[in-house]
Each structure stands twice: as structure tokens, then as C-alpha cells.
């Protein structure tokens, strides 16, 4: 990183590693993680201090903003980072092989003639649809409650430790599944597991977001869908492996009993991780996320791309006390005498849900849930529990199990495509809307071809003919999910939220995801099953017009996210920037993360004007440390 200008004596600003606007006030370099917070002595704090002779100019701001980094440059720096945000992610497969698990075991011979309450007409066992809504939504309604939780926890205890206890939980709730005499029981084992599971999904994305750049931050927090999907794709395969293998009550129990494995395979990992810069700067505990932040970048690379510890930390806390000036000024607060200069994210009011539904926040966790949501108003608990609706077309048993392997197959075909291809090219706005529109085309195609196969028996051939084509559409339908939703779903809300507000902004968001999952799987039984509507591929028109509502909304609602820095985002967000015009909007002078995908910025005079005084702002707050 270059240095900075020299004092008035001509000594440079710091020595060695101490290379920006801030210098360290204490040497210890022992962790204190656990502390409670910095003491205050003699008014100042321990930790990070400003500078005596900080540059006072807006091109030396701009040298505190971390330097723009292609992929690969990214990764050499960030590896280990990298490193442990896919260990973190792991924890997501046991929710997706759940998931995915319960809702194929209404297919399920051995299953069925366990926990099943009749037989139908062609001699096949059947769970009532109630039994059938209720443990569909006994996880979600679990991780419901885990991800409510977990944004309290994690503010409290970080997410390191926070996940260790989700994973001993997880071990311990595994009995009730993996024993369970009753239906009851299995319901009870379900709704245990969904606590665990629900920390995992909201934990993931959140950590990412935060031990990353810019650049690598779309890629790592869409790794978490990519774990689910790996979760759905080892849960098929089991399935489709044991269908025609086993038919007494291990066909279903070995599934469940799997479960085990991830606790076994993580925890070790998981307890040396280290703990997210961002939630010890929040903390008051800065001494210690200058230690996170060196356990995650590697130093020669770092030196080569002019990437720094110091310079990194400088930006968080920056960033986090603007977030919480803005915070203040939207709840109409009057912040205390020297308050915002004492610490780097010490604030005296704690963050809570309802600061999520305040002023400019609340425009940005609309978009956060809605990208979640979106998940499910797509189509997903009719297109990924298709086992059920393909038997309900007149499949065999066998067949349905490897279509469904089969478009597990393509769901990681499809977030590989996006990761290479659609990604580096393209917005996460145009990505979203072209995904919307396509499913909600394919699910239209269901729902017409169910028309044109009512009145044809089962067994006709042109009834099998148009059964299939219908599997074949749900697949396609499962390709463009993980091209577009299936992976944004994940990313924005990570990055959309405002970085003091993020793990609540991500718990909410995942929330919204569990509350229509569990609208949709009480609804999902009652349309497929012949004890009820039996719409067969008439169900495709409901989710048609469910996928486009969302449609509509993102067309009007969704920004573009792409390239923009947390400062950017936050500062677009202050502006009110209407959502079409995200994508080329200007910042100020000092804050990275321009015009996405736009590297010529313009006249050098159109990005200052009134904007000069934003910049010259964060520099004086930065100043204040």
C-alpha cells in the first residue's frame, strides 16, 4: 500500500505495519476476544487511536478505501479467509439434505407403510395431507424460531461460538428423527432439528460477507446455496440408492442416521476459526479484529496488492460508525458529546430487530426478505419435493427418484453456470428479473399441459407422455431457479443490509423465507394429494401466478447491487436512490465501489459538487477514531 505523506518534521505518518490513519495505542498482542469491551483511560481508548497528523485531503481519504481487487488477486490475498467460509457453509448441506429429505419420503414406500394413515385407490400407502403439511413445516417452523434467536446471539457471542452450540445440538436432536416409534415423534424430532438449522442458514451468508472483499463477497455467499443444493444432491442419491435396495424401516433410517456425519467432520475445524472483524469492531474489541483480520489475509499477497490490515480495519470501522450516525439520525436521536468519536462500533444503544424497520433500513430489508421469499414464491416447494408430484402424474417409484436425482444434478449445474458465466458479466437485477419471468413461463407450461392430460386414465401411454414432459419442465425449472433466485437468494440480502444491521437483516430475510415455506408446504399436500384437490399439473397455474407477483416486484423494487461496497450501498441507501438508477449512480469522492461494472466514472466534476462534502465528512468521523 503506498505511503503516506510525511509530518511537518518529515517523519512518515506510522512505521512499519501501522500504515494508515490509525496507529495501534497499546502493543499487547494477546487476543482479548473475551472481553467485554476496551477500558477507557484517560479518555481515550485502548486500541485504535487516530493519528496525530491524519491526511486531511479527499485523495488521502481515498487511499483509506481497500484497494479494488480482480478474482484472482482476491483469492491469493483471501484465502484463508475463503478457506473458512467454506467450512462455516458446510453446515448449510444438513439443512439441505434434510429438506429435501422429509418432502421425498411421502413417496416413499417403506416410509409410508411406517407413518402412513391410508391406502389409496391403486394400493399404495398414503400420509394424510395434514400429517403430510405438518412435517413439512416442522423444520422450517424450527429453523423459524433458530434463526429468530441467532441474531441476538450472534451479537452477543459472535459466530464461532454461537455455531459450535448449534452443532452439539444438531448431534443431540438427530435421536428423535433417527428413533422415532411415532409420527408424533418424528414431527417433535423435526421441529428440534429446524433450531439448529435455521442458525446455519442465516450464520453462513452473514460470516461470509464479512471476512471478504467486494469482489469475492457475491461468490462466497451464494457458496451457501451451493452447499444446499449439495445437501438436496446427497439426499437424492441416498434415496434413489435405497428406493429399490431396502424395503424394512432402514430404507428411511440410514437417511436420517447420516445426519451425524457433519457434526463429526466440522466441529473439530470450526473451533480454530477465527471470529468476523466486523462483530469484534462492533464490540469495542479492536485489538482483537486487527488479529482476526491478519489470520485471514495472507501477508505477501496482501503487500503485493497494497491490501493492508490496517487500511481493512480502518474502512470497517469507518463504515460502521456512519451506519451508526445514520441510525441515530433516523430514530431522531441526539447523540452524546464525543459518543461517535469513542469507538470504532461501541455505540451505546445496541442494535436491535426494530432498527431493521427504521428509516432507510427498512427499504433495505424489504428487499432482503423479498430476495429470500422469493425462493419459495417461485416454485420451490412444488418444483424440489417433485417425487411426490411425479407419482401423483402416473411415474413409477424408480423413475421419480432418479428425475429427481436428476435435477439436483442440474441445480449444480446451473449455480456453476452462474458462478462463471452469468455472474462476471452480468447484474444481479437483470440475473433476478430474467429468472423470475422464465420459471414463471414454465410453470404456466405445467399448469396447460395439466389441462390437456384431464379425462386420460393413468395408465394411458399419452397420460405417461405428458407426465413426463411435465417432469421435464420442473427440471428446467430447477436450472433457471439455481441460474438466478435459487443463488441471489442468498447473496443480497447479505449484502443489501447495512453492515452494523447485517446479521439481523440476513435472520429476517431467512425468516420470510421459513414463513412461506410454511404457508406453501400446508398448501402444497392439500393440492396434490387425492384425498383432497388433486390439481395434479393444474398446480402449475397456482405458482405461475404466485412467480408473477414476485416478478412484478422486482421489476419495480430490486436494485442493483453489483460491485458497490458497503459505503457505496450505504450511501445510495441515505440518498434514496430510485432502484433503476442504482446501477449507474454516482458516490462521493473517497468511498469505493463506483458505478457497477463502470469503470470510467465521468467528469471528475460531476462526481463532486455537493458530493466533496460527504467525502470530506468521513473523513473528519474518521478522524474523530
Wanted: net charge negative; aromatic share 10%; hydrophobic share 45%.
Amino acid at each position: 500500500m503506498p505511503a503516506l505523506p510525511p509530518d511537518a518534521k518529515g517523519r512518515p505518518l506510522v512505521e512499519e505495519e501501522e500504515d494508515d490513519a490509525f496507529v495501534l495505542a497499546s502493543e499487547d498482542d494477546e487476543d482479548d476476544e473475551d472481553d467485554e469491551g476496551d477500558r477507557v483511560d484517560g479518555g481515550e481508548r485502548q486500541g485504535l487511536v487516530a493519528a496525530q497528523h491524519a491526511p486531511a485531503d479527499t485523495a488521502n481519504t481515498a487511499a483509506l478505501v481497500e484497494p479494488d481487487l480482480d478474482v484472482r488477486t482476491a483469492l491469493r490475498v483471501y484465502r484463508k479467509a475463503v478457506f473458512w467460509c467454506l467450512v462455516t457453509s458446510a453446515c448449510v448441506i444438513m439443512e439441505g439434505y434434510d429438506m429435501i429429505l422429509i418432502g421425498n419420503f411421502f413417496a416413499f414406500p417403506p416410509f409410508a407403510e411406517k407413518y402412513g394413515q391410508f391406502v389409496d385407490d391403486a394400493g399404495q400407502h398414503q400420509l394424510a395431507p395434514a400429517w403430510m403439511a405438518a412435517l413439512s413445516n416442522a423444520a422450517p417452523l424450527g429453523c423459524f424460531v433458530g434463526t429468530w434467536l441467532n441474531g441476538p446471539l450472534v451479537a452477543r457471542f459472535g459466530h464461532r461460538r454461537v455455531l459450535l452450540a448449534a452443532l452439539a445440538a444438531l448431534a443431540a436432536t438427530i435421536f428423535l428423527t433417527f428413533f422415532a416409534p411415532t409420527i408424533a415423534v418424528l414431527l417433535a424430532g423435526e421441529l428440534l432439528c429446524g433450531l439448529p438449522w435455521g442458525v446455519f442458514a442465516s450464520s453462513a451468508p452473514a460470516y461470509a460477507s464479512e471476512l471478504l472483499p467486494t469482489t469475492l463477497r457475491s461468490y462466497l455467499t451464494s457458496w451457501t446455496n451451493m452447499c444446499f443444493i449439495l445437501g438436496q444432491l446427497i439426499a437424492a442419491a441416498v434415496l434413489a440408492v435405497l428406493v429399490d435396495r431396502r424395503h424394512d424401516e432402514w430404507a428411511f433410517r440410514i437417511p436420517f442416521a447420516l445426519q451425524w456425519l457433519w457434526p463429526v467432520l466440522i466441529v473439530p475445524v470450526l473451533v480454530f476459526a477465527p471470529e468476523s472483524p466486523w462483530h469484534l469492531v462492533r464490540t469495542g474489541r479492536r485489538h482483537a479484529a486487527r488479529h482476526a483480520l491478519r489470520r485471514l489475509q495472507s501477508p505477501h499477497a496482501a503487500a503485493a496488492a497494497g491490501v493492508s490490515v490496517d487500511a481493512t480495519l480502518a474502512t470497517i470501522a469507518r463504515t460502521n460508525r456512519l451506519e451508526v450516525a445514520e441510525a441515530s439520525k433516523s430514530a431522531g436521536k441526539r447523540q452524546r458529546s464525543g459518543s461517535d468519536g469513542s469507538g470504532d462500533g461501541d455505540d451505546s444503544d445496541t442494535p436491535s430487530y426494530w432498527d431493521c424497520f427504521r428509516g432507510t433500513e427498512r427499504r433495505r430489508t424489504e428487499i432482503a426478505c423479498m430476495a429470500f421469499a422469493a425462493q419459495v414464491l417461485a416454485g420451490a416447494p412444488f418444483a424440489y419435493n417433485s417425487t411426490y408430484f411425479f407419482q401423483q402424474v402416473g411415474l413409477a417409484t424408480y423413475t421419480t427418484y432418479l428425475l429427481n436425482t436428476g435435477g439436483t444434478l442440474l441445480a449444480l449445474a446451473g449455480t456453476l453456470v452462474n458462478w462463471f458465466v452469468l455472474m462476471p458479466r452480468y447484474g444481479r437485477r437483470p440475473i433476478f428479473v430474467a429468472g423470475m419471468a422464465a420459471m414463471t413461463l414454465l410453470l404456466l407450461a405445467v399448469g396447460l399441459l395439466g389441462l390437456a392430460g384431464d379425462g386420460s386414465s393413468s395408465s394411458s401411454s399419452s397420460s405417461r407422455t405428458i407426465g413426463l414432459v411435465q417432469a421435464a419442465l420442473t427440471l428446467a425449472w430447477t436450472l433457471v431457479f439455481q441460474l438466478s433466485v435459487g443463488q441471489l437468494g442468498w447473496a443480497l440480502p447479505a449484502e443489501v443490509g447495512s453492515t452494523r444491521l447485517r446479521q439481523r437483516t440476513v435472520c429476517l430475510a431467512r425468516n420470510a423465507y421459513y414463513a412461506s415455506s410454511l404457508a406453501a408446504n400446508a398448501a402444497q399436500p392439500y393440492l396434490l394429494s387425492p384425498g383432497a384437490l388433486d390439481l395434479k399439473g393444474g398446480v402449475g397455474f397456482v405458482w405461475a401466478a404466485i412467480a408473477g407477483l414476485v416478478l412484478a416486484w422486482a421489476y419495480w423494487r430490486l436494485p442493483e447491487t453489483k460491485g458497490r461496497s458497503y459505503e457505496a450501498l450505504d450511501w445510495l441507501f441515505a440518498q434514496r436512490t430510485p432502484t433503476r438508477a442504482f446501477a449507474t449512480a454516482q458516490v462521493p469522492v473517497g468511498i469505493g465501489g463506483g458505478a457497477a461494472g463502470d469503470d470510467d466514472q465521468g467528469d471528475g466534476d460531476e462526481r463532486r459538487g455537493d458530493d466533496d462534502g460527504d467525502a470530506h465528512e468521513m473523513q473528519r468521523l474518521v478522524q474523530s477514531a
